[in-house]
């Protein structure tokens, strides 16, 4: 398991990582999560022992990252799949990598065929697309078999075909009983695969639970209806405590009230009510909700083209 204490990493004046403390369990997939700038990256690198922290601990199956005599057989990590030598064909990059940690050269073969590369083994890593530059990555990760596996972002670049297979192989790893810890920017993969999730902002935990209480601590979503009368609605349901917002088709989004009181509060004011609807909320609803606050680069929207013209005139 990966075991995170205080973990702090400062650069100069700037903190990336503050006071972090979480475990990463064997046996599930854990997603990691957080806005731009909120310190997976660097958190990942001191799991890997790429980095050192500056005050608190990481244990990597009960031992510092650079602990390990044999580090490939106990944590394998994706970080940047380009990070090959462009001139080196895949299969002497993974042979390099297991002959200098002890590794049997058949694994080699193995790896490159559990991720597909067997028909482009022999080519130069620098002509790889994004995409096979990734299998490529989660080979290397994969080579020694390791009880923990690190994968930032390992979707990316990865077609249809590719995205299905590594949905499948994060859990067939975490069915195996590793420990899996997986960043993602796209929500709808991590709600696929994780059951757990560490989410930071600003270098700080923001939540360490299930993605199913995840989603439910985040605000209750709008609830959508059309009626008979939409003004004399949304004058009935606003309050201070409700909100109403006309949507873009003439639909009222109602937060604040539920399905049921909604419905109840027309019915008794006489208004025909044409569609009444809940939405889910997602888990990028979810993320979207809980981390607002700590977003460090935000663009500004941009205002429609009407009311630009509008402003003009």
Known sequence: MIEIDALTKRYAATNAVSDLTFTVRPGTVTGFLGPNGAGK??????????????????????????????????????LDPRAVHPARSAYHHLLALAQTSGIRRSRVDEVIEAVGLH???????????????????IAAALLGDPATVVLDEPVNGLDVEGIRWIRALLTELATQGKTVFVSSHLMSEIAQTATHLIVI??????????????????????????????????????????????????????????????????????IAVLELATSPTSLEDAFVDLTQDAV??????????GAAFEEKK
């Open 41 to 78: 990256s660097t958190t990942m690198r001191m799991i890997l022992g790429l980095d050192e922290p500056t005050s608190g601990s990481v244990l990597v199956n009960g031992r510092p990252p650079r602990a390990h005599t044999a580090p490939l057989r106990e944590v394998g990590g994706m």
């Open 119 to 137: 028909t482009v083994a022999r080519r130069r890593a620098g002509g790889f697309s994004l995409g096979m530059s990734q299998r490529l990555g």
């Open 201 to 270: 902002g600003r270098g700080r935990l923001i939540a360490d639970t299930t993605v199913a209480e995840f989603i439910a601590s985040a605000a209750p979503p709008a609830v959508r209806v059309r009626s008979s009368d939409q003004p004399a609605l949304a004058g009935l349901l606003s309050s201070d405590t409700v909100t109403v917002r006309h949507a873009d088709d003439g639909a009222l989004a109602v937060s604040g009230l539920s399905a049921a009181e909604i419905g109840a509060a027309a019915a008794a004011a006489g």
């Open 296 to 305: 460090e680069f935000r663009a500004t929207p941009r205002p429609a083209a």
